[in-house]
């Protein structure tokens, strides 16, 4: 669910989506906003992300009627900086609203300057799946937060959010996950980084396909999570192509 412009990068991205066998119904298309980018500068493959604003995806509505193939809704996943608009924030409690039984799962993306932190608190207090990294942890605490100290920041964004399934990531050094009071690791894949945008998101995906699809087995959802975010990060563009089995 998203929107984009009446322009040349709304059309691409249209066609990319179509491409990619996923259905167009739920993204908007607005005549009078630009489709939204992302300028990315990389410095030894470190993201820096100049988000542009006010543009065609800040307006995202819900569509009058769902599509047969949304129903039944298994998770919803909602990011902050897509919340960085009143309209969106409005957009997703209908959302929720209207797809009561569905997962909620918060991906925090703190980009300044569009990391209110009310509103992430605000977001995170909702969810039922929270996933962030560990920077995303030190600023949400407001002290460094060191590999050791993870799990320890975990359980606290537990207590303070209710939420029950909490997952950190740390760049090179792994990710952790905090399942109904448990706490699960698994070390990154050793990779030669090229391109790191895209590696959090991949992570997250395959992290709620174990979630949704195997939940008896965290360590190895973890595992294949960390594979595929650390293929990713080795290859180029946020989307490279792989077979769909290639880390089963």
């Known amino acids: 669910m998203s929107a984009v412009g009446c322009d040349e990068f709304g059309r691409e991205l249209l066609e ?28 030894d493959g ?28 298994d998770a919803i996943v909602f990011g902050s900086l897509a919340e960085r608009s009143s309209h969106n924030r409005k957009s997703l409690q209908e959302l929720f609203a209207a797809l ?3 997962l909620k799962v918060f991906d925090a993306n703190l980009r300044p300057p569009f990391d209110d932190l009310a509103v992430i608190w605000s ?5 039922d799946v929270l996933k962030l990294n560990d920077e995303e942890v030190a600023v949400l605490l407001g002290r460094e937060v060191a590999l050791a100290d993870i799990e320890t920041c975990a359980r606290e964004l537990q207590k303070e959010t ?15 996950l905090l399942l109904h009071d448990a706490w699960y690791w698994v070390d990154a894949v050793p990779v030669q980084v090229r ?49 769909p089995d290639s880390f089963a």
């Open 162 to 176: 209710g939420c029950e399934r909490i997952c950190v990531t740390a760049g090179g050094a792994g990710g952790g």
């Open 16 to 43: 990319q989506t179509q491409e990619w066998g996923l259905p167009t119904d739920l993204i908007c298309e607005l005549s009078d906003k630009q489709t939204g980018r992302a300028n990315v500068t990389l410095q």
């Open 123 to 127: 977001l995170a207090k909702v969810a």
């Open 195 to 243: 391109d790191t945008v895209g590696a959090g998101d991949s992570f997250l995906a395959t992290l709620l396909q174990g979630l949704l699809l195997v939940p008896g087995q965290p360590d190895a959802t973890l595992k294949r999570a960390a594979a595929l975010a650390s293929f990713v990060a080795g290859s180029e563009g946020a989307t490279p192509k792989h077979e």
């Open 100 to 102: 009561p039984a569905a």
């Open 46 to 73: 470190v993201p820096t992300f100049e988000v542009v604003a006010d543009v065609a995806w800040d307006y995202i509505s819900l569509p009058a009627a769902w599509p047969a193939d949304c129903q039944p809704v």
